[in-house]
């Protein structure tokens, strides 16, 4: 089973600010490494998937980097409602995981 | 619009049986795979099941497996999750999904409660 761990658990940042969101696997998943952002009482909303592309909708400040066991997601500059759960997701072996998510929250 | 909408959940006791469903429109179903996630709750998401197109391969979780059984009905565009011998840890929110590559939808979940 492949474990993703998340770091930081929490990040405090301020509007405008830019953050850097790190996802580590227990072994290599290639690329197919994907991202969410979940905001309390909704669905998961796909961000990136594949590593680096972004979802349809998803705003350019939102990018994806990284390839075999480490990723990061990075907003370049935070808006008022980027602030929420992220969670990585490797599908690309089974089982599926996800990672156990960074709250990004306002300082 | 693509839709999946989830039912069935509710409050059931250690040891006892519940059958989700989830019903899709807006796309072709037949011609998707399907996932269960579920989130306990405060925590983060954990997936439970999967399904390929025309029902040939299923995966589970760990924690599930042995207990939960995933199937489909492409004629009703549902997807169902039969779950047995349940456990206090098994309460969550249980999604319904689709996820490849960028096709992703998610219903709105359904809560399911096991307690005494």
Redesign the interface.
Known sequence: ?IVLTQSPATLSLSPGERATLSCRASQSVDNYL?W?Q?KPG???R?LI??AS?R??GIPARFSGSGSGTDFTLTISSLEPEDFAVY?C?Q?GY????????TKLEIK | EVQLVESGGGLVQPGGSLRLSCVASGFTFRKYSMNWVRQAPGKGLEWVSYISTRSSDTYYADSVKGRFTISRDDAKNSLFLQMSSLRADDTAVYFCASFFESFDYWGQGTLVTVSS
């Open positions: 089973e994907a969410y979940q909704q669905a998961p796909l998937y594949d592309n979802a349809t969670y997701q599908r089974w089982p599926l995981s996800f990672g156990g998510g």
